[in-house]
Every structure is written in structure tokens, then in C-alpha cells.
């Protein structure tokens, strides 16, 4: 008996379903997500990038920050970083949706970088982060990202510029971002994954439930 139809029709019904299954299906739940409205605000979340953060995270892309950082906190569970304060809830696909390319990260080599924005918003830490990482944190496997500025030198009685870093190098010389770093340091600003989604609600704290049942009134 002649089985070369049978095999060929089961091999195309294995090969149109993993099709449906790893192409169609994603598309029709993932692909077809919109931005949520937030209630209180009026805004959309997650919102597009513009100006120096959209260009900064091209700076992030081309320095290759994704190989040591990443974007994606992990839930309860499968990690720490909720417990780390890298993230008040997990990571889900509607947060990428403002990105373009998605730099979810290849390797955990420093922290978490889903809500940097949050955690540290301060501008001029993260200039000093960049340009010498063991000025802030001892023994930082950061590299030096020192092309990213410009050093001067500083003649006898004239005044550092007001974009200079404090304490960054030597006396007599300053320390100047380009823009380069600062537009890299607006997009490190705006990474702020904080918003409760319906897919990803903030977890609800653990409470001690002896603790908070009232006892039943006296008849």
C-alpha cells in the first residue's frame, strides 16, 4: 500500500500547525497590543520616546549596553529582582511596545535596568556612572565609557563650566558630557516600567493573617 500521501499530508499538518502555533497565534495576542490608557493621568502607557531619549537609546544600542544589562524583571519566584527594588512587578511584552529595537538584554552582568529612571533619577550620578564608574561604586566591573566627554584643561583663574562633573578627574582639568552621554542619560531617565497593567499587576504584600482578623464581637 502506497503511504507517500498519508506522510506527506501528516508532515504538512505538523508544519502548519508549529506554524500556527510559533507565528500566527503570537501575532493575533502579542502583535495586536495597544498602549493602555491610565486613568488618572489621561496618558498611554507605555509612551513614545522623543528627543535626546529616543536618540539616547540608540547611543544605548551602538554601546552595547544590552550585553551587560538587561530590561526584564522577573517575577516572584523565578528571581529576585522584585525583592531587589529593580521592579515593583514583573516584566510583560506590552512594556516594549515603545521600542524599536527591543533591548531586553543578552547577560545580567550589572542590574536590571527596567526602571533606572525610577530608581535613580539624578542626571549627574549617571554622567558619573559613565564616565568613571569606580568614583561612585569601588571595584565596579563597569567599564569606562571616558570618550563619551571631554576633559579641558582649566586656565589659572577661569571659572569650570556649569556642565562640568564634580570631582571627575584631576584639579586643573573638567570633565564635559558630549552629547552623546547626555542624551544616553536622558534615555536611562526615561526607562520607568512602573505602571500596573492587567497582564501585570503589582504583587499584593504578604500580611499576617492572624494578625489582622478582628475578633468576633462579644454577644
Sequence with gaps: MNQTPLIFLGS???????????VVAPQNTIGRQQ???IQDTGAYYPASRTGSAEAGAQV????GCAECHTQQVRPKGQGGDID?????RRTVAEDYLADQPVQIGALRLGP???????????????LQNLYNSRLLKPGSLMPRYTYLFDVRPLGEGVKPSEA?????????????PKPEAIALVAYLQSLAADVPLFSAPFPIAKTNAAAVVAPAPKQ
Excluded: C
Aim: net charge positive; no cysteine.
Design 164 to 176: 562640568a562633573l564634580p570631582a571627575a578627574t584631576e584639579p586643573g582639568f573638567e570633565v564635559i
Design 60 to 63: 544605548y544600542r551602538a554601546q
Design 112 to 126: 536590571d535596568l527596567s526602571n533606572i529612571g525610577r530608581r535613580q533619577p539624578d542626571a549627574t550620578y549617571h
Design 12 to 22: 504538512f499538518a505538523a508544519m502548519a500547525a508549529s506554524f500556527w502555533g510559533l
Design 35 to 37: 498602549a493602555t490608557l
Design 84 to 88: 531587589r527594588g529593580w521592579g515593583r
